[in-house]
């Protein structure tokens, strides 16, 4: 089983849909965990990090559930410039340990919005 | 503000051949991590070094091998190159103490014929 499994897609979506990506993860030891954005041929960059409370940045929501070692991701009124391939990171590392630990990538999560 | 920079951005090596890659970190950050990403897959954890010492290391053969300078910047050294070893290769940094995620560099493109 992957350290981190996404559906890789492609998910192609019209402009101004909601779309959802769910993202599973095996290490019950991780305790940080992030989305990353990557587009075509470039490096990933971070779109945002993902806590237990759920955060919401725009219209990106990002939600984490420990119990079941789940990470989404929810993206509202998407937009043309939001296609691009949405990375699910864990790390084991915390602000309790000795800091940043190796980040586990999932496959990546190829979205395309159609205009 | 420089983020990371790494160079060569892209390489063309034949079969056996070695290959130096090479990465400064953002300013400010201490701790340099390597990652490879093969076409249409996420990026795979090779190695980080803090201190000028690797720190941890990823399932990679030995024929992968690092360095870290004082000045905190990096080398990735790959010996025997193969055909499989044809990737991206993304540089990170970070700093060692809390989680405030990495910054990428922007990678060596890495083909062996």
């Known amino acids: ?115 | 503000d420089a983020g990371v920079t790494q160079s060569p951005t892209h390489l063309i090596k034949t079969r056996g051949q070695q290959v130096t890659l090479r990465c400064s970190p953002k300013s400010g950050h201490d701790t340099v991590s390597w990652y490879q990403q093969a076409l249409g897959q996420g990026p795979q954890f090779i190695f980080q070094y803090y201190e000028e010492e690797e720190r941890q290391r990823g399932n990679f053969p030995d024929r992968f091998s690092g360095h870290q300078f004082p000045n905190y910047s990096s080398e990735l050294n790959v010996n025997a190159l193969l055909l499989g070893d044809s990737a991206l290769y993304l540089c990170a940094s970070s700093l060692v103490e809390g989680v405030y995620g990495y910054t990428f560099g922007s990678g060596t493109r890495l083909t062996v014929v």
């Open chain 1, 1 to 115: 089983r992957k350290e981190v499994e996404q559906d890789p897609g492609p998910f192609n979506v019209p402009e101004g849909a909601t779309v959802a990506f769910n993202c599973t993860y095996s290490n019950s030891a991780s305790q940080s965990f992030f989305w990353y954005r990557q587009d075509c041929r470039k490096e990933p960059k971070l779109l945002m990090s993902v806590y237990s409370s759920g955060n919401e940045d725009g219209r990106f929501t990002a939600q984490l559930n420990r119990a079941s070692q789940y990470i989404s991701l929810l993206i509202r009124d998407s937009k043309l410039s939001d296609s691009a391939t949405y990375l699910c990171v864990v790390n084991k590392g915390g602000i309790s340990n000795f800091g940043n630990e190796k980040l586990t990538f999932g496959t990546g999560t190829r979205l395309t919005i159609i205009p």
